[in-house]
């Protein structure tokens, strides 16, 4: 799915958007008997699916016919919506985005079959990469017990199993199949045949960095927490050092004259990088930050405090860009108007419904972590007055820029910054609504917000009231999570 939705993005161009942008120019508003055929599959997907996981023995007697009948009705609920939201203009869609939607499954689906394919040649690479893992902690002066039979290797009393998933293979795999993706799609900004000389490179340079990420993790897990090693920086250390390779590779390589060619700018278009860099960069930074931050579980989560500082660093750098963007809050002009009261009744709803659809905790998950109860309480205090800052003033500045103010408006024209903020058209909508909610874990209550939000914009034309809506939501959640111990929703 991942690779998918990657080969989707690569394959996205100016046309596509025209395209999708013409054929959803008469779409008609949601009618409720097309709302009724999405609720009634809905209802029948979450009755089998009951029925499937409260009667295993019926769902076994069954069979085919029922897994046959389940996966029908999941197909439905979508599809449904999609019909019911773009009405007529689904035919007209489905010419415009249809090939492309094939072709990046048909990638992605290539992708998962090469991994798998590969997947039993990663004992080729354990040897080398316990010799490389070995001279890096030597060289740092640690002394290492190696057992190459298992392969495992062992620094004081923290010992790693080099399996299929630590030999680096996965990860090679993938850096080449995101770099002939941007290659194919930047085709007319690079030289050929010198720009395929990046692969051999990226496979090195990835097969040394997943050395480097055993070396760490051995020396966390010896020096700082087993679990901690074994857990959360396990999982994340990984993803953590794909996307810096694969984007300062990207970068070099689109520094490089020998590999490419500078194209002249179309007239057309005005330099808008100080902007883009100015709406997406602090986002950037806190998600950056955010990723290293979960490799180190819940000890991370005390370094908060940091990226508040290093993106409020960030908005301060790029406050003149963002003035007219962000403007002031102001008072709130007397008598209150509806559609200076509905930022705030906005809010209120997002919370109300992000409760409602987030999935429900155990005590235990939703209990404050051991890291911030073990904290003196003046310390406790300030981190908490710390994540309510990042939460309720850095946070929905960060992402509304980001999703509202730049993406739902570049989904509209290249020329981004000619449209209006009060300017919407489904697609856009829709488009940065979805990529807003697949950042959130409860990611139906994302896109959900991401609407809400985006009709914030529409009301008085300024992206403040979507910023206030998101910081009322933030601001309830942050009362909640702390006065009812829902820590979970942090």
């Known amino acids: 799915m991942i690779a998918a939705l990657g080969a989707f993005a690569v394959l996205w161009d ?12 008469g779409t008609r508003p949601v009618t409720g008997g097309s709302l009724s055929v999405h609720f009634a599959s809905y209802a ?9 996981l409260a009667r295993p023995d019926v769902a076994a007697d069954l069979g085919w016919p029922l897994l ?8 439905s609920v979508p599809t449904s919506l999609v019909i019911a939201v773009l009405g007529a203009s689904t035919k007209a869609v489905l010419r415009a985005a249809g090939p492309h939607v094939a072709l990046a499954a048909v990638l992605g689906t290539a992708t998962g079959v090469a991994a798998v394919q590969i997947l039993p040649y990663w004992r080729a690479l354990s040897d080398p990469t316990l010799r490389l893992v070995t001279a890096m902690l030597e060289a740092a002066g640690f002394t290492v017990l190696v057992e190459p039979a298992l392969p495992g290797i062992q620094l004081g009393d923290f010992g790693a199993h080099i399996g299929a998933t630590c030999s680096g293979i996965e990860g090679m795999a993938m850096i080449t199949v995101l770099l002939a993706g941007y290659l194919y799609r930047f085709r007319e900004e690079h030289r050929f045949p010198q720009a395929l000389l990046v692969f051999p490179a990226a496979i090195a340079i990835s097969f040394v960095a997943n050395a480097a990420r055993i070396a760490i993790l051995l020396w966390v897990g010896d020096r700082i927490d087993p679990q ?28 490089l004259p020998w590999m490419t060619r500078h194209l002249p700018v179309a007239p057309s278009l005005r330099d808008d990088s100080l902007e883009v860099t100015a709406y997406l960069l602090p986002f950037l930074v806190w998600l950056a930050l ?8 819940h000890l991370g989560e005390l370094a908060y405090g940091l990226r508040v500082a290093a993106v409020g660093a960030v908005l301060v750098l790029y406050r003149a860009p963002l003035a007219d963007a962000i403007g002031r809050l102001g008072r709130v002009p007397a008598p209150i108007t509806l559609a200076a009261a509905a930022p705030w009744l906005c809010g209120t709803a997002v919370f109300l419904f992000w409760l409602a659809l987030a999935p429900v905790a155990e005590p235990a998950e939703a209990a404050a972590p051991a890291t911030l109860t073990a904290l003196p309480p003046v310390l406790l205090a300030l981190w908490i007055a710390l994540r309510v800052i990042g939460s309720v003033i850095i946070v929905p500045i960060i992402e509304e820029l980001a999703f509202r103010g730049y993406l739902q408006r570049r989904l509209i024209s290249a020329d981004w910054l000619a449209v209006a903020q009060d300017r919407l058209t ?4 829709l488009g940065s609504a979805t990529a807003f909610g697949m950042l959130h874990g409860a990611w139906l209550a ?17 992206l403040i009231d979507a910023i206030i809506a998101h910081a009322v939501a933030n601001a309830l959640i942050a009362i909640w999570v702390i006065g009812f111990g829902r820590w979970d929703l942090w």
């Not at 997907?45 to 499937?52: K, P, Y």
């Not at 489904?426 to 909508?429: I, R, S």
């Open 14 to 25: 100016g046309s596509i958007a025209d395209r999708m942008r013409a054929a959803l120019a």
């Open 44 to 52: 029948a997907f979450a009755g089998l699916t009951i029925l499937i």
């Open 68 to 75: 046959v009948l389940w996966l029908g009705v999941a197909v």
């Open 228 to 255: 901690l090693a074994k857990g959360a920086f396990h999982s994340m250390a990984g993803w953590v050092f794909f996307c810096g390779i694969s984007l300062g590779i990207i970068a070099t390589l689109r520094r």
């Open 290 to 297: 955010s990723l290293v931050s979960a490799a180190f579980g």
């Open 426 to 429: 489904p697609f856009a909508v």
């Open 446 to 462: 994302g896109i959900l917000s991401g609407i809400l939000f985006s009709l914030m914009t529409r009301l008085r034309g300024r």
